[in-house]
């Protein structure tokens, strides 16, 4: 709090105080210009543009720089009629108002402002940011909002006016938050960064963190990531170069910062999650920079993270369709790449597992992973277990952490495993005529079996349909890598080819010599497969 200076302010031993502009001499002249109040001899001062307020500003600054208390009153009285009085804001009032008010916060803050003068100019700083504030409109207006940010800090700070200091804190943020997307955002970062250099000077620091946890929040809820994370990466670098007091206050902040992303989820947020990884990924930063997370003060910010994120992920596993519920499930996919990724291959080989259900599925495991980042920022599992107590044991079978007890990187599936048919094609749906293969005079007993087709048909169609399946894997596939799970529910995708052991008979085909076969596209092989009725009929005779 500003005391009483050594020196007093009065003639004719003035105190020394900074002055407003340097010292004017003849040939130089004040004058305002719209980058801010300057000395200079451009040919504002010849023209008479800015006359009265170059010198009023001039009076002013003299009457700063001369260390009286009586010319100190009279300019900061004279400046709070113009503060207080809407009908005074004209431009140039403004700009003298901003610079008398800037000079007289730094010389509080250096405890140069006797107490006398301490109550008349707490109220006029006070008006001076009221009237500011407004005038913050756009992304350009950083400065602006840097000296509005300092002068609300000198009455916290200096003069422990706490009611003064969340008005004023309240109304600024208010303020930007009704501004334009583009400009709300930009803004975000110098706030923060403000907030941030401010913070162990304030007597309500915990304000400044709860304003800069909200503006995560709210860039990321509107899915400004890159904001958000900028926004905590500021506040996190500042609270890395302070003290102990500055790390507890990082901690909290981000303990708060991930039960919110939670507390989102449950309202039914679909992006909640989404900004989270991030999050994690500055735990793991910190933890490189020295910030040891299984101290007491620390480990609640890893507790709570693994905690979230984990119940997070476990609530969002993809929605498939019902006859995947026992093929594909969160109890199936465990520790072992090899082993997801061939369960993946068999639920679409035998179950019509889509692309985009594939892509979603692949998507989740991703954000499991993460989960697991952050669970080894604690390196040592005994602390993890002391840490997360009961809950260690829970999350390791929530997760599918332990090592599965064997592997199957196999995508073979049996066949009496393999679903109904999805695909419907004329070949399978419409009646055809088979005529039967004349018997063998030699041969004694009689074929009671409906004619079969020769054995080098079953032989080009079994491995026709191994060849469409695989050349349908390959093509989802590679879907998969271009298409997200945010995306595939508006794809037209197609469901893998499956064949039924009813299927699997007797379907008529072209033959084609074994060479050509080889060098057909497989997926025009399956369009010939169903074969138009008049190569069928050549096949098959249905007459005598």
Not at 437 to 461: E, F, G, H, M, Y
Not at 491 to 502: E, G, K
């Amino acid at each position: 709090m500003a005391t009483t200076s050594s020196h007093v302010y009065s003639d004719p031993e003035p105190l020394a105080m900074p002055p407003l502009s340097p010292s004017t001499t003849a040939q130089a002249a004040p004058i305002i210009t719209p980058q801010g109040a300057l000395f200079s001899d451009r040919d504002d001062w010849r023209d008479g543009r800015h006359v009265e307020a170059s010198m009023l500003l001039h009076l002013c600054n003299e009457s700063l720089a001369s260390g009286s208390l009586k010319m100190l009153l009279v300019t900061v009285d004279t400046m709070d009629l113009i503060a207080a009085d809407m009908v005074t804001a004209t431009p140039d009032g403004m700009k003298i108002m901003e610079s008398v008010a800037v000079t007289v916060g730094k010389a509080v803050r250096e405890e140069k402002v006797p107490r006398e003068a301490l109550p008349a100019v707490q109220k006029f700083i006070g008006n001076t940011v009221n009237k500011l504030i407004p005038r913050i409109a756009s992304g350009e207006d950083e400065e602006l909002l840097k000296k509005v940010t300092t002068l609300i800090a000198c009455l916290d700070g200096d003069f422990e006016d706490s009611e003064s200091f969340r008005a004023l804190i309240d109304k600024l943020m208010t303020h930007v938050y009704s501004m334009p997307e583009s400009t709300r955002f930009k803004l975000f970062l110098t706030v923060t960064h403000q907030f941030t250099s401010l913070l162990l000077r304030s007597t309500d620091s915990s304000l400044y963190c709860e304003k800069i946890l909200e503006m995560i929040s709210k860039a990321s809820s509107a899915l400004q990531f890159d904001c958000a994370e900028d926004c905590l990466e500021i506040f996190l670098t500042g609270c890395s170069k302070g003290d102990a007091a500055y790390r507890s206050l990082a901690a909290t902040t981000l303990r708060d910062a991930a039960l919110q992303m939670e507390e989102q989820h449950d309202r039914g947020n679909s992006h909640a999650f989404s900004f989270f990884p991030r999050l994690l990924a500055r735990v793991e930063k910190l933890k490189d920079l020295g910030w040891d997370f299984s101290t007491e003060d620390l480990s609640p910010v890893w507790t709570t993270a693994v905690k979230c994120g984990a119940r997070m992920v476990v609530d969002s596993f993809p929605c498939l369709s019902p006859r995947l519920e026992t093929v594909i499930n969160q109890q199936l996919l465990n520790s072992c790449k090899g082993c997801t990724d061939a369960l993946i291959k068999r639920a679409k080989r035998s179950h019509g597992l889509t692309a985009g259900e594939a892509a979603s599925i692949r998507h989740w495991c991703a954000k499991k992973a993460t989960i697991w980042s952050c669970f080894v920022v604690v390196g040592d599992e005994e602390s993890r277990k002391r840490l997360l107590g009961q809950y260690h044991h829970t999350l390791y079978k929530m997760m599918q952490w332990d090592a599965p007890g064997s592997h199957r990187h196999d995508i073979e599936v049996p066949q009496s495993t393999i679903a109904p048919d999805v695909v419907n094609t004329p070949a399978l749906t419409s009646a055809i005529s088979i005529g039967t293969v004349p018997r063998n005079a030699a041969d004694p007993t009689p074929s009671t079996d409906v004619s079969r087709p020769l054995p080098r048909i079953k032989q080009q169609a079994g491995r026709g349909r191994q060849e469409v399946m695989a050349r349908q894997e390959h093509l989802e596939e590679n879907h998969e890598t271009h298409a997200g799970p945010s995306t595939s529910a508006a794809r037209t995708t197609l469901a893998a080819p499956v064949f039924s052991a009813a299927n699997n008979v007797d379907a008529p085909m072209e033959i084609v010599p074994e060479e050509e076969a080889d060098d057909e596209p497989p997926l025009r092989r399956s369009a010939r497969l169903s074969g138009p009725p008049k190569a069928q009929a050549a096949i098959h005779p249905s007459g005598p």
